[in-house]
């Protein structure tokens, strides 16, 4: 028994050491960070958000991590509560990209400019696609394209990305859409499944599972590349003029910047720094990426300088997609 201690302590001595997560920086340790998500408990940004929450302090050495949902107004409400908080880096969160669309056309009840947050990084790229109810008499987006009446799609509320997508892809191909809003988590999918809705707009990932479950097809490949969803028709060969190809690409650079981490203007550059190394340390982590993969979300990150320059980009669009962008959304 003695030499079989020994030899099993030796074994111990000689196997591998897991690496412990190095530290960024101990700046925050004893405080506490406020994560807000402007969205209800449940949904897609709220898991994103929770998951980066749980990981981060591995990063920030001696630092609380805490999430608060801010939902309200298309996203609004969250939004201007990171965007008016200290600028002391203890207040950053997550909100959703339609408020991007929001401030080309000047949409009233922003209390912010998306140029000057102080943006930390992203998690995602959100390929988004149509997907048809089961329980409706619709087969494929061809039967969509064809219907004779309007066909019910739901959204989340006003201004959210879910609305600017409909909206944009019912303009750029010309579809015949009633557009039902104010659904948030999965409530859309439960309504298709009750035979209430009969197709959304939506990421692929959020979606993925309830097609799986054989409650929806894919009807359309929105925005990706060649590899989404392979099969399944794509937007740009229903587009029938430049209006609907400058649409639909529109729709492709927003779903390029998914999930995006962001804090208030002025965060001093060292805090800001910190905070940056920390959320892609976070999305390099095996563990984190180990949890998205069993929860089937996809990871694909950029740091906060990039994010930053494609916003501002993505804030100056040509005049005529501005024109397109505000017909599109009722002015």
Same mark, same amino acid.
Do not use: C
């Given at each position: 028994?003695?030499?079989?201690?020994?030899?099993?302590? *030796?074994?111990?001595?000689?196997?591998?050491?897991?690496?412990?997560?190095?530290?960024?920086?101990?700046?925050?340790?004893?405080?506490?960070?406020?994560?807000?998500? @402007?969205?209800?408990?449940?949904?897609?940004?709220?898991? !994103?958000?929770?998951?980066?929450?749980?990981?981060?302090?591995?990063?920030? +050495?001696?630092?609380?991590?805490?999430?608060?949902?801010?939902?309200? &107004?298309?996203?609004?409400?969250?939004?201007?509560?990171?965007?008016?908080?200290?600028?002391?880096?203890?207040?950053?969160?997550m909100f959703?990209?339609?408020?991007?669309?929001?401030?080309?056309?000047?949409?009233?009840?922003?209390?912010?400019? *998306?140029?000057?947050?102080?943006?930390?990084?992203?998690?995602?790229?959100?390929?988004? &696609?149509?997907?048809? $109810?089961?329980?409706?008499?619709?087969?494929?987006?061809?039967?969509?394209?064809?219907?004779?009446?309007?066909?019910?799609?739901?959204?989340?509320?006003?201004?959210?990305?879910?609305y600017y997508?409909?909206?944009?892809?019912?303009?750029?191909?010309?579809l015949n859409?009633?557009?039902?809003?104010?659904?948030?988590?999965?409530?859309?999918?439960?309504?298709?499944?009750?035979?209430?809705?009969?197709?959304?707009?939506? +990421?692929?990932?959020?979606?993925?599972?309830?097609?799986?479950?054989?409650?929806?097809?894919?009807?359309?490949?929105?925005?990706?590349?060649?590899?989404?969803?392979?099969?399944?028709?794509?937007?740009?060969? !229903?587009?029938?003029?430049?209006?609907?190809?400058?649409?639909?690409?529109?729709?492709?650079?927003?779903?390029?910047?998914?999930?995006?981490? &962001?804090?208030?203007?002025?965060?001093?550059?060292?805090? *800001?720094?910190? *905070?940056?190394?920390?959320?892609? $340390?976070?999305?390099?982590?095996?563990?984190?990426?180990?949890?998205?993969?069993?929860?089937?979300?996809?990871?694909?990150?950029? @740091?906060?300088?990039?994010?930053?320059?494609?916003?501002?980009? &993505?804030?100056?669009?040509?005049?005529?997609?501005?024109?397109?962008?505000?017909?599109? @959304?009722?002015?």
């Amino acid at each position: 028994m003695r030499l079989r201690l020994m030899a099993f302590g *030796l074994a111990l001595l000689a196997a591998p050491a897991v690496a412990a997560p190095a530290p960024i920086s101990d700046m925050f340790r004893g405080k506490t960070i406020t994560y807000i998500v @402007s969205t209800t408990a449940g949904g897609g940004y709220d898991t !994103y958000g929770r998951m980066i929450a749980r990981h981060l302090p591995k990063y920030l +050495t001696g630092a609380r991590v805490i999430v608060k949902n801010v939902p309200g &107004a298309g996203n609004i409400i969250g939004a201007n509560q990171i965007y008016t908080a200290r600028p002391d880096g203890l207040t950053i969160g997550m909100f959703n990209t339609g408020l991007i669309y929001d401030q080309i056309i000047g949409r009233h009840g922003n209390m912010f400019d *998306l140029a000057k947050f102080s943006w930390i990084g992203k998690a995602a790229t959100e390929a988004r &696609a149509v997907v048809i $109810a089961k329980t409706s008499q619709y087969k494929s987006f061809d039967d969509v394209l064809k219907s004779p009446r309007p066909v019910k799609f739901a959204t989340s509320g006003i201004g959210t990305a879910s609305y600017y997508d409909t909206r944009i892809l019912t303009d750029a191909l010309k579809l015949n859409v009633q557009v039902i809003n104010n659904f948030s988590g999965n409530s859309a999918e439960m309504s298709m499944m009750r035979g209430e809705i009969e197709a959304q707009v939506g +990421t692929v990932e959020s979606l993925e599972q309830f097609v799986k479950n054989g409650n929806g097809i894919w009807g359309l490949g929105v925005t990706g590349n060649a590899e989404t969803l392979p099969g399944v028709p794509k937007a740009a060969q !229903y587009a029938r003029d430049a209006r609907g190809r400058n649409l639909l690409a529109l729709l492709q650079a927003m779903s390029e910047l998914g999930r995006l981490t &962001a804090g208030p203007p002025g965060i001093p550059a060292d805090t *800001l720094a910190t *905070l940056r190394q920390g959320l892609m $340390a976070v999305m390099r982590d095996p563990q984190f990426l180990a949890e998205a993969k069993r929860l089937n979300l996809s990871i694909d990150p950029l @740091s906060g300088e990039i994010v930053d320059a494609k916003i501002k980009a &993505a804030l100056s669009p040509a005049p005529e997609t501005v024109a397109a962008l505000k017909a599109v @959304s009722g002015g």
